[in-house]
């Protein structure tokens, strides 16, 4: 055997592996002995049909099989001493590999062509100009937090004079195209919340009324969906998709909601053993979680800006069309050539920041342990605040762990985001990212 590498680029390759019959023949003399022994065949005794006619069945199958295990194995073996770093998986060249007849023993070439992984630049010193975004919480925003916390927590009170807002129980009744109520229309009673509604115009004939008032209205143009329809009227999705017709709606009572009083009992139930004393201490106290809730999105921006930059600042070349090559062949029945060059460009790209992950995990150990996926199903068992737990517990615990790590879907989605999580830690101390503090209402237009 003899395997010659041949350069074809500057980021491609071949492999020439050159065959003789002393390479395989023994190793297929083997396998169809063993076929004799087992084969069964009408007119011979079972393990005596004769070699000649066992090779005649399946000389030319054992003996390609044979060649295909031969030159993966040397393949293999060939790329790990040569310490070759490769994109993707060779590729059989079909062009310069003959046609090749597995008949009779003979001297035989195969072509393999070969991607060859980019030397590239990646900087890592603190002058990206990156920027890490740290949304501030406005007043307004905050405030209107708070205004809902009220309205959640207050208290339904039933009303004579309806407002903007207020909640609205009533009879339905479906009307004739003459305005008179239609006979074996439509009816039945239901609430009504004027401020679900689309049309402007429907929410204010609700404001002002009292009970014993009829307002006359088309419940699909004002809600312009069939399953709100639905559950207004107490009828099916289907009979609210081809309804488009005015009812009476008569008003039997009305419910306001008063916000709950900014009080200390109210304070203890939306943040219990925080020491809040009056409205601007909750606002701030608002402000103060809402930003905490808005660093995942400060962290994916960030995470995505970075990944840009090293993409764009390594500069990495790739063997395009070696790459083209190996998306239609690792995807077979699922892409065509076509789609592969229409998507060619987000196929690269997710190829350039593969060969950036992989180098930084390569460089400075970045990995999982399982260790730290056991320690996140613990978690799942503690509670803020809640105390030690004692041995017996811990060993329960683990026991339940144990169950919980045998769903490899699970470990790995938990692997996953732990790692994301790492790569996320590792760029921001590598890249050192410029803070810029800013309202969400503009941090969402940069989105």
């Known amino acids: ?233 107490g009828i099916s999705k289907e009979q609210a998709e081809t309804l488009n017709a005015e009812f009476n709606y008569t008003v039997t009572g009305i419910s306001r909601m008063i916000p709950a009083e900014m009080n200390a009992e109210f304070f203890e139930k939306i943040y219990p053993g925080v020491e809040i004393a009056d409205e601007a201490a909750l606002l701030e106290q608002i402000k103060k979680d809402a930003a905490g809730s808005f660093v995942g999105e400060s962290d994916k921006k960030f995470f995505n800006d970075a990944i840009k930059y090293l993409i764009e600042s390594s500069a990495i070349e790739l063997p395009d069309e070696f790459l083209k090559r190996w998306l239609v062949d690792v995807n077979q029945d699922k892409l065509t050539a076509e789609e592969v060059e229409k998507n060619y460009e987000d196929y690269a790209r997710s190829m350039r920041w593969q060969l950036i992950e992989n180098r930084m995990i390569r460089e400075h150990n970045i990995q999982v342990s399982e260790e730290e996926i056991r320690d996140v199903f613990r978690s799942y068992f503690q509670r803020p605040g809640s105390a030690e737990m004692d041995e017996d517990m811990k060993k329960r615990i683990d026991g339940i762990v144990d169950s919980f790590m045998k769903n490899k879907e699970d470990v790995r989605r938990i692997n996953d985001q732990l790692f994301e999580q790492k790569i996320l830690a590792f760029l921001k101390e590598k890249i050192q990212p410029k803070e810029q503090t800013i309202s969400y209402e503009d941090f969402a237009k940069l989105q």
Do not use: C, W
């Open 1 to 233: 055997m003899n395997i010659e590498l041949q350069k074809t680029g500057e980021l491609t390759a071949t492999v020439k592996i050159d065959l003789s019959p002393a390479d395989y023949e023994e190793k297929v003399l083997k396998v169809l002995k063993d076929y004799q022994r087992k084969a069964q065949m009408p007119g011979f005794r079972p393990g005596k049909v004769p070699f000649g006619l066992t090779k005649k069945m399946y000389g030319q199958a054992v003996t390609a099989d044979e060649i295909n295990k031969l030159l993966g194995e040397s393949l293999d073996s060939f790329i790990r001493e040569q310490n070759l770093d490769l994109l993707g998986n060779p590729l059989a060249n079909t062009e310069k590999t003959p046609q090749i007849d597995f008949t009779e023993p003979a001297e035989m070439s195969f072509y393999f062509d070969l991607g060859l992984s980019p030397q590239f630049e990646l900087k890592l010193d603190g002058k990206s100009g990156v920027i890490y975004h740290r949304i501030e919480v406005s007043d307004e925003i905050a405030r209107k937090y708070m205004d809902d916390l009220r309205r959640r927590n207050g208290t339904l009170t039933d009303v004579e004079v309806s407002e903007k807002g207020d909640m609205l129980k009533g009879d339905f009744a479906e009307l004739d195209t003459d305005g008179t109520v239609k006979p074996e229309g439509i009816t039945s009673n239901g609430s009504v919340n004027p401020e679900l509604f689309k049309d402007e115009a429907i929410q204010a004939l609700f404001t002002g009324v009292k009970n014993g008032d009829v307002v006359k209205f088309n419940p699909m143009q004002a809600s312009g969906n069939a399953t709100d329809v639905a559950a207004m009227l």
